[in-house]
């Protein structure tokens, strides 16, 4: 895109400055001084609750990044992105992930194709192939109905639906059993095998261009497994499936056309749950709450591309996140699902914000004066309070938080929830306010210490507060807010891209690692040698020699 696209660059690195300005604040005074603190910076979307008041903002700072938004690319991009126009411009492509999950698609062209017709026909493939499915009609080679499922993937193929299926455990409605096989390591496929029985196993191979190292790679092993059990060709092409645009080499590998379900140039992995990849989803929740997955997706688009930026859930997050790595220096984000069905979250969002805007230069190929995308990591609640929750309270690293908490759960032990609800709250208002050394020292002795005791113990319980956090409460995880939910954060990403000037829908970083593979894979099965830095030969040396 061009440089009109854009606003300064000064404007992003002046945040460092403007929030020096503010650092001698506390967050435990803001509160104390400003009663309506809460409620300005609370908002709502789709049924989802923002408390954002737990943040290193003040009304003039606030005011200054919402400047930014106004004045960035986020308008622009989001109507282009609507109209089908390449904002992606490394690869020329549309980003129309968004339109996968609008419940109306009549009418829905791009460059002259009926892309509407083409949604609704996956649709409706999908739909019957699950029906099938649940009702055990799908038979195998030996005439037997099917009960597991495997699905082959990588990356977008495969974070995305493995991380909607365990969210949406408590929906679970198929008599088929659903196994996930990603990583090349051998161990993966090996385990998923060893309980299974080819004839009545189905296969789906998830792969855009059907020529994925990891995916391929599974995929051949378990095609072999069909053959040492005695499926022939015709078996093992009524026995496998594919999420592909690439028809040819899905054929070549013994898939028939009618088990090939589409994808699409216009959609990104990462950004795919709304599609094909999302088969695994519907098998297991069943057609009508997959559509409500789709549902709550819709309703976030919706406030997203028509809510002013000061109401702007998406924006909101955005800012901060921006304010937080570009004004503050942090360089990581925690992901906090109160949820042991979101378990999965922080892995997902890791590929989505890390693969989208872990970038070095701008759309138009200039280095970027500024950092973009920190370092996702972060697992569920209360388990992170017994490992990492340490660093974030005491540590003099910043971590800004996002902590997530169904309101409303399906399981009964309704106590437990209460309890979990009450670490939720607990473990923002700890990193908000902090333990002053007073405070500490008075601990001590109310339990009895000597002022001896308690002097030198004190310092060791003294946590600083005003560490920043996001509370995001839903009223329930069901599929409609788990889909709200995962299109919140894919715009908040994208607001951040385009804030920081980048293409957040290429990722050409990944590739270095894939190419420089194959010739380290020739030299260790003895096919061919290369000329390798001293240390890489050194570990292929060791390696070849461990297999003898």
Not at 274 to 281: F, N, R
Not at 315 to 340: D, E, F, K, R, T
Not at 467 to 484: D, I, V
Request: charged share 15%; net charge negative; hydrophobic share 40%.
């Amino acid at each position: 895109m061009s440089d009109s696209l854009t606003q300064e660059p000064g404007q992003i690195i002046k945040l460092s400055q403007l929030a020096r300005l503010t650092k001698d604040g506390h967050l435990r005074e803001a509160f104390k001084n400003d009663p309506g603190r809460t409620a300005r910076y609370t908002t709502s979307a789709c049924g989802i609750t923002l408390d954002y008041a737990k943040n290193l903002i003040d009304d003039a700072s606030w005011q200054a990044l919402q400047q930014l938004a106004t004045d960035s690319s986020i308008d622009k991009l989001r109507q282009q992105m609507q109209h089908g126009d390449a904002i992606n411009n490394t690869e020329q492509r549309a980003v129309w992930h968004c339109r996968l999950r609008q419940q109306d698609v009549t009418e829905l062209t791009l460059n002259g194709e009926d892309i509407g017709q083409q949604i609704t026909e996956c649709r409706a493939r999908m739909a019957a192939l699950v029906d099938t499915l649940h009702q055990q009609q799908y038979l195998g080679y030996q005439g037997n109905p099917v009960t597991d499922l495997i699905w082959v993937g990588i990356g977008g193929s495969l974070l995305g639906p493995q991380m909607a299926v365990e969210a949406l455990t408590p929906y679970h409605c198929s008599p088929v059993k659903l196994h996930f096989a990603g990583n090349i390591d051998g161990a993966v496929v090996s385990d998923i095998l060893a309980g299974l029985n080819p004839a009545t196993t189905l296969v789906v191979v998830a792969s855009k261009s059907f020529g994925t190292e990891e995916t391929k790679q599974n995929a051949l092993a378990i095609r072999q497994w069909f053959t040492e059990h005695g499926a022939d060709k015709k078996a093992i092409a009524h026995h496998f499936w594919a999420a592909s645009s690439n028809i040819t080499a899905a054929a070549e590998f013994g898939i028939e056309q009618k088990n090939i379900l589409p994808m699409w140039d216009w959609v990104g992995g990462r950004y795919s749950l709304w599609s094909a990849i999302g088969l695994p989803v519907a098998l297991m929740i069943g057609n009508q709450q997959f559509k409500q997955l789709l549902a709550g997706a819709e309703a976030m688009d919706k406030h997203f591309f028509n809510s002013p930026f000061e109401q702007n859930m998406p924006v909101i997050m955005a800012l901060l996140g921006i304010w937080y790595i570009n004004g503050h220096g942090c360089q990581a984000q925690a992901l906090l699902p109160y949820s042991h069905y979101l378990r999965l979250l922080p892995s997902y969002v890791q590929q989505l914000d890390m693969e989208s805007n872990g970038k070095g230069v701008d759309r138009n190929g200039k280095a970027l004066p500024y950092a973009s995308a920190p370092v996702i990591w972060g697992d569920a609640g209360t388990n992170g309070q017994h490992a990492y929750h340490q660093l974030l309270h005491q540590s003099a690293l910043a971590v800004p938080a996002d902590f997530i908490l169904p309101l409303k759960v399906k399981h009964p032990l309704k106590d437990q929830h209460n309890r979990l609800a009450a670490h939720c709250f607990a473990q923002t208002q700890a990193l908000m306010q902090g333990k002053t050394l007073e405070e500490a020292t008075a601990e001590c002795l109310a339990q009895g210490m000597s002022q001896q005791e308690a002097s030198t113990l004190a310092p060791h319980k003294v946590s600083p507060g005003n560490k920043p956090s996001n509370t995001l409460l839903l009223p329930e995880l069901s599929p409609f807010y788990l889909g709200a939910l995962i299109a919140l954060y894919e715009h908040k990403v994208f607001c951040q891209g385009a804030i920081w000037q980048l293409n957040s829908f290429d990722q050409w970083g990944v590739e270095l690692g894939k190419q420089l593979s194959g010739p380290i894979y020739q030299a260790l099965t003895g096919k061919a040698s290369d000329s390798f830095d001293s240390s890489t030969a050194a570990l292929i040396k060791q390696f070849m020699a461990a297999q003898n």
